[in-house]
Structures are given as C-alpha cells and as structure tokens.
C-alpha cells in the first residue's frame, strides 16, 4: 500500500512548471523533485495547502492511495 503523489499532472493543466510552483510555495526546487518523483516520506500540511492554493486544488487531487 502506498501514497502516490500526482502534481505533474496538475502542473501541466495548470501551464505551470514545477521551478514556479516551488518559488511560490517557498520551497526548493530539489524538494519539490523529490515530491514529484514519489520518494517523499512526509509532507508537512502547510506545504500541501500551499500547493494546493497555488493550483487551485484539493488534496485528493494531489494525493492517491494505491495498493501495490
């Protein structure tokens, strides 16, 4: 079982490349790759509502539970 997050996705709807998306969130363009690829192990709730005010979104948009 596993936490799957799909911003690349929404980046691509939104016309928004991942370089914005992490200076308008405050956070590292090297942080916000290892969200991108899967190999986070923790999100802080603050980053995730930035990221979610920023794209216009909801968590579930963003975070997908899959069983493996």
Same mark, same amino acid.
């Given at each position: 079982? &596993?936490? /799957? ?6 980046? !691509? #709807? =939104?016309?928004?490349? $991942? /370089? #914005?998306?992490?200076? =308008?969130? $405050?956070?590292? !363009?090297?942080?916000? +790759?290892?969200? =991108? +690829? $899967? /190999? &986070? /192990?923790?999100?802080? *709730?603050?980053?995730? #509502? &930035? ?8 968590? $579930?948009?963003?975070?997908? *539970? #899959?069983?493996?």
């Amino acid at each position: 079982m &596993a936490i /799957k997050i799909y911003l690349d996705g929404i980046l !691509q #709807e =939104r016309g928004m490349r $991942g /370089k #914005e998306l992490a200076e =308008r969130i $405050g956070i590292t !363009q090297a942080n916000l +790759s290892i969200l =991108r +690829s $899967g /190999k &986070a /192990k923790a999100m802080r *709730f603050t980053t995730l #509502e &930035a990221i979610c005010e920023v794209l216009d979104c909801q968590p $579930g948009d963003i975070l997908k *539970f #899959e069983d493996d």
